[in-house]
């Protein structure tokens, strides 16, 4: 029964790895540098946490629970963090860490403060349980999201973290930058990205780290960071069990506070198949398309660690944006990591002191994360809605989702009088460009058929043959370099039959097309196309022969190589004077 | 098809303009065996205004090619699209002549 509904770990990808990668998903880092990398996501984490301390202060707790709902919000990171980094039913087996949600954070201080924790705890489980249950389903929607649309979420989820990361870039407040806020940030992501594009390997991985002690030291120099900080530091307790502190609230169901926190949850859960999209991406230079199975179980897990949160009482978490950029910075994408991170996340939960200090850390220093972040996943979401043929349909549907989402996030006074139950969804510009692209790419394909033919006489057979399949390619998104193999191999096929005159009349081509495979169907009256070995071409001791005879069996023996190498299968049958020839290419 | 064709420097630059294919490559090859005869022995292909190869372009490259050998000529390709350098690659052909990213570099080959 478990077994249908979440199947077991499988991961039959074959991976190339990326060149701006060190080490991927399953490769084995040293340990040094697991753990080097693993304490630099703990890092970016950890300063993700300041929202904890802030919506605690914000619904009134002391000091000292603050302490406890920090550390248990901590341990609960760690515990998804390491699961994500596992290979069970329930989780990518990724570098994915997870971190608490600033939206959530403001819906959770919002339901606490009108209905109390009790009722927010309970709609955060209610939350989680949904979510485990709806991950499911996402693998059975590869054909919701092709990677036009993935590119739509990446780019709008990366404009959606740009004033999250910019405002602390600048310490903007109101219209005024903060000048030394600007230099702590630039001194951060200058170190990234000099230390990612100059250092050599051993160097690179400590890029993140380099950059926070060098943000560190000009936020001490510039007087932001020092005495007041280290005093709090200092008035935290050195060894503190987490569920002390903190009273782990009685979760009750309340409507008006289940619904909102619901919505937010879901919306959560779509950002985190942008993040696994993007890991899934940077793992494989040979990416094709995204792998739902995995997204499927890296929602499972974002949905087991919201369940925790709503079992202990703390703000529901989801999966980090920033740990992506740390992890294309370190070129260190490998799963230990996360095992390694979540460890250390559960151990630290022990230590305020250590805790506190990083979450006192000057915001700039994680605004310049984000920030870097943000590119990255900026020209990934370009690249990958640029993967595909495009014509009219697909860039009216890139197009208008594009405006519509970012429209949202750019003029938030868009939707200012959007009723407030329904303002998680139409105030949210990810979830609106995605939504429309989802029902733009369902409504193009109105009118577009998975098989097309065409019949091909006289001498622009060939050219013919290129636009046709270009103009199918282009209605179905198909990937560009599969199209143009498979309209050369058509078009040696075509030459190849009038050069031995084996054709005697009129060929169809027929082009069946699924997000799998391409396959071309040529029927004619005449011969079979001989498909046999073929043996190897000396082409220097062609130079030297005598006369063009040689020459002329030279090009029908590579129409033949060509056919063969570019097809992934090709078949060749003849029956009472008619043959068939089948290409197949994989896509 | 249109075919460019152009003197530099004492290179001959045959430029296609579109297909070579079974339709073009007659054109092609009777430009470039007209320039041999004119006693043009260093000739660049420059594909950069070239779509797409089939087998019958090959051809005309392989026959140049064989054409220039007993006349101790030097040909050379230049800017391929991913289309032709696929062609070139599988067929065997970048081992025949050699095929540089820009005119320039193709010339400096045949110069040398």
Redesign the interface.
């Known amino acids: 029964m478990l077994n249908k509904f979440f199947p077991d770990f499988e991961d039959n990808v074959k991976r190339e790895k990326p060149r701006d990668m060190l080490y991927i998903v399953d490769e084995q880092a040293p340990k040094s540098t697991v753990i080097i990398v693993g304490l630099q996501h703990v890092l970016i984490l950890l300063m993700g946490t300041i929202v904890v301390v802030m919506t605690g202060r914000t619904i009134g707790m002391e000091e000292s629970e603050v302490r406890g709902f920090l550390s248990t919000s901590i341990v609960v990171l760690g515990v998804a963090t390491l699961l994500q980094g596992l290979r069970t039913r329930f989780s990518s087996g990724h570098l994915v860490t997870h971190t608490p949600s600033y939206v959530s954070a403001s819906i959770f201080a919002i339901v606490a403060t009108n209905f109390g924790i009790g009722a927010a705890a309970g709609a955060i489980i209610l939350s989680g349980v949904i979510v485990i249950l709806l991950s499911r389903f996402l693998s059975k929607l590869q054909v919701a999201f092709p990677p036009e649309i993935t590119g739509i979420l990446l780019v709008l989820l990366a404009l959606s973290i740009v004033e999250k990361g910019v405002s602390r870039y600048t310490g903007l407040h109101g219209s005024s930058i903060d000048l030394n806020a600007v230099m702590i940030a630039s001194t951060v992501l200058g170190a990234i990205v000099g230390f990612s594009v100059w250092a050599n390997n051993k160097v690179r991985v400590l890029a993140v780290l380099i950059g926070t002690v060098l943000g560190l030291i000009v936020a001490t120099l510039l007087g932001e960071y020092g005495g007041e900080q280290l005093v709090e530091v200092a008035s935290q307790p050195l060894i503190s069990f987490p569920f002390f502190a903190y009273q782990t609230p009685t979760p009750t169901l309340v409507l008006a506070a289940t619904i909102p926190i619901l919505i937010i949850e879901i919306i959560s859960a779509i950002y985190s198949i942008g993040t696994g999209v993007v890991i899934d991406k940077m793992n494989n230079a040979q990416w094709r398309r995204t792998d739902m199975s995995m997204i499927g179980r890296l929602i499972s897990c974002h949905g087991i660690g919201v369940l925790l949160n709503g079992l202990t009482g703390t703000i529901p978490s989801g999966t980090s944006t920033a740990s992506l950029g740390l992890t294309h910075a370190s070129g260190v994408a490998t799963r230990n990591v996360a095992v390694a991170a979540g460890i250390a996340l559960i151990v630290i939960s022990l230590f305020p002191q250590i805790s506190t200090f990083i979450t006192l850390l000057p915001q700039p220093v994680l605004g310049a994360v984000v920030v870097y972040t943000a590119g990255y996943m900026f020209v990934s979401g370009a690249q990958l809605i640029m993967s595909r043929m495009i014509n009219s349909r697909r860039k009216f549907m890139i197009g208008i989702s594009m405006v519509i989402g970012s429209s949202i996030i750019l003029m938030p006074e868009l939707t200012a009088n959007v009723p407030q139950n329904l303002k998680p969804i139409l105030g949210s510009g990810l979830s609106m460009g995605v939504l429309t692209a989802i029902v733009l790419n369902l409504l193009f394909r109105i009118g577009v058929a998975q098989q097309s033919e065409i019949t091909l006489e006289g001498?622009?057979a060939?050219?013919r043959t290129?636009e046709f399949l270009e103009e199918c390619g282009a209605d179905r998104g198909a990937r560009p370099?599969v199209i143009?193999?498979a309209?050369?191999a058509a078009?040696?096929a075509l030459?190849?039959l009038?050069?031995a005159k084996l054709i005697l009349g009129t060929a169809k081509l027929k082009a069946y097309f699924d997000e799998y495979r391409l396959i071309l169907t040529l029927t004619y009256p005449g011969k079979k196309i001989p498909i046999e070995p073929q043996k190897q071409?000396d082409?220097?001791a062609?130079?030297?022969?005598e006369g063009?005879a040689g020459?002329?069996a030279?090009?029908?023996n590579?129409?033949g190589?060509?056919i063969k190498?570019?097809a992934d299968k090709v078949t060749s049958s003849e029956v009472s004077g008619n043959s068939e020839l089948k290409l197949v290419f994989a896509h | 098809m249109s075919i460019i064709a152009t003197t530099k420097n004492g290179v001959f630059i045959a430029m296609p303009d579109g297909r070579l294919d079974t339709n073009t490559s007659p054109e092609a090859e009777q430009l470039i065996m007209a320039a041999i005869e004119n006693g043009e022995n260093k000739i660049v292909i420059d594909f950069s205004k070239t779509d797409y190869i089939s087998s019958s372009g090959l051809r005309v490259i392989l026959k140049t090619a064989k054409v220039l050998k007993p006349k101790n000529g030097k040909a050379a390709l230049c800017n391929t699209n991913k289309q032709i350098h696929e062609v070139l690659e599988i067929s065997g052909f970048l081992g025949v002549l050699k095929s540089f990213d820009s005119l320039d570099e193709a010339m400096t080959f045949v110069n040398s």
């Open positions: 001498n622009k060939g050219s290129t370099d143009s193999r309209s050369t078009g040696e030459e190849e009038n050069r071409l082409l220097d062609l130079l030297d022969e063009d020459l002329d030279a090009i029908s590579i129409s190589v060509l190498n570019l």
